[in-house]
């Protein structure tokens, strides 16, 4: 498997994730509602701070014909992420950004993953 990683909404940097050359970027992950998770060394699989961008993904957007099982809800969010549908993402941002998460673009797909390129 890849890896998972974005370009922060705040200032259009990717998240480089630890296995990169230059190491991991410290960066937050925010909910509409207000939550954070900070993440001083992202992995590069989709955690911040504890908590999955894709189980996020789902419980911010839950289908409306069914309650999804915890292991359901990480491979609904990957579907519903590469869908295309418009739905409320989670944000990816610097760890000093104090943007409420209405006032930001989507975090876009980074194609060079966190590792690769510069």
Not at 15 to 29: I, L, Q
Not at 59 to 79: A, C, F, H, S, T
Request: glycine share 10%.
């Amino acid at each position: 498997m890849g890896f998972f990683s974005w370009i922060k909404s705040n200032d259009k940097k990717p998240v480089r994730n630890r296995f990169a050359e230059d190491g991991p970027t410290p960066c937050k992950m925010i909910a509409p509602d207000g939550r954070e998770w900070i993440e001083d060394n992202y992995q590069g699989y989709g955690v911040f701070g504890g908590m999955d961008f894709y189980e996020l993904l789902a419980d911010l957007n839950p289908p409306q014909d069914r309650v999804l099982e915890d292991w359901e809800k990480r491979i609904y969010g990957i579907e519903l992420d590469f869908s295309g549908k418009d739905v409320k993402r989670p944000k990816i941002v610097s760890q000093g950004c104090r943007k409420a998460w209405e006032d930001l673009p989507d975090s876009k797909i980074d194609p060079l993953q966190g590792y690769f390129g510069s």
